[in-house]
């Protein structure tokens, strides 16, 4: 715990950014010792060309429901699928929705168990010797969660990666961490990878600090790939320290310039993909959106580049 009692202190620390990972044999970070089914997988995931991912999220339904672009996913998320390298579902919309002969790789929720609306933790008490109610805090309802899949189900749909929301820092972190390391152990023996998503709550920092941790113990616990959330300072420490790839998470919807520029400069600084929802499909123009994101992700375009890309498609209709 030398960090976190101030012994060493941060300006000691050196995270080699400008020295890359090697991976001899294989073009995946942190991969080249995996045995041959997982390494197929992940080379569903990751383009091998680049080493890189553009994966369309919209398992949001799990606990936001029919959220706004997601209400009809056949109608919004269907003509989006030829232009995604992976896409992060749930096995009920994977089953209902998604054609059999996508030949997308399979981003599996395999995590879930509260909503949104689930209550905070409350409870009635005395204050001198009034009745009064608490609430708990810090509490989030929302990382109170389990293992929402079995591995036969991951095996009969295919999965090439299941992704596994972990809360560091909550009240369930240790749960969090259990329901990952379970996956990986049951995972692992089929050649199936675990995608640990870094999940923030209300009282956690979004900061380079806290990713560093957040992933490095994923990493560490043995998850195959890390999402996490995208920082404006010390980014590419998160990525240098963390020994698998890294894809950055999309977040709240942003304007479509800020959006690119965003997976460009995550990209600059080690990511190995984007994965994401919100700015995508609530876009103004989500095909468009998707190509843009495409063009900065693998053909290296500048922000500047992939949102006159974007315009064009756009006025092209």
């Known amino acids: 715990m030398a960090d976190i009692d101030g012994i060493k202190q941060e300006k000691q620390k050196n995270f080699f950014t400008d020295v890359p990972q090697a991976a001899p044999g294989f073009f995946l970070k942190g991969s080249h010792q995996y045995d041959w089914g997982l390494k197929n997988r992940l080379s569903k995931v990751f383009n091998p060309k680049d080493g890189r991912t553009v994966m369309l999220a919209f398992d949001h339904g799990y606990f936001q429901g029919p959220t706004t672009g997601l209400e009809r996913v056949d109608q919004t998320i269907l003509p989006l699928e030829p232009y995604a390298d992976c896409l992060m579902l749930t096995r009920g919309i994977q089953r209902s929705v998604i054609p059999a002969s996508t030949q997308k790789a399979i981003a599996l929720r395999a995590s879930g168990g509260t909503s949104m609306v689930s209550p905070m933790e409350e409870w009635e008490g005395e204050i001198d010797g009034k009745k009064a109610k608490f609430a708990r805090p810090g509490f989030e309802p929302?990382?109170?969660?389990?293992?929402?899949?079995?591995?036969?189900?991951?095996?009969?749909?295919?999965?090439?990666?299941?992704?596994?929301?972990?809360?560091?820092?909550?009240?369930?972190?240790?749960?969090s961490l259990k329901n990952m390391t379970d996956l990986v152990d049951a995972?692992?023996?089929?050649?199936?990878?675990?995608?640990?998503?870094?999940?923030?709550?209300?009282?956690?920092?979004?900061?380079?600090?806290?990713?560093?941790?957040?992933?490095?113990?994923?990493?560490?616990?043995?998850?195959?790939?890390?999402?996490?959330?995208?920082?404006?300072?010390?980014?590419?420490?998160?990525?240098?320290?963390?020994?698998?790839?890294?894809?950055?998470?999309?977040?709240?919807?942003?304007?479509?310039?800020?959006?690119l520029k965003m997976s460009y400069n995550a990209i600059q600084q080690g990511a190995s993909g984007v994965d994401m929802g919100r700015n995508i499909f609530q876009s103004d123009d989500p095909i468009s959106m998707m190509k843009a994101v495409r063009g900065v992700v693998h053909e290296n375009l500048s922000p500047e580049q992939g949102y006159e890309m974007y315009n064009d498609l756009k006025s092209k209709g």
Do not use: H, W
């Open 142 to 175: 929302l990382s109170n969660e389990s293992t929402a899949l079995n591995i036969e189900e991951a095996i009969r749909l295919n999965a090439s990666i299941l992704a596994v929301q972990v809360f560091i820092g909550s009240a369930y972190e240790r749960q």
């Open 187 to 259: 995972a692992s023996r089929y050649g199936i990878g675990v995608m640990g998503v870094v999940a923030v709550g209300r009282a956690m920092a979004r900061n380079s600090q806290y990713f560093r941790l957040a992933t490095r113990i994923m990493a560490e616990l043995g998850a195959n790939v890390v999402k996490c959330y995208y920082t404006e300072e010390g980014f590419e420490t998160i990525t240098s320290c963390c020994p698998v790839p890294i894809v950055i998470a999309g977040g709240k919807k942003l304007p479509e310039l800020d959006a």
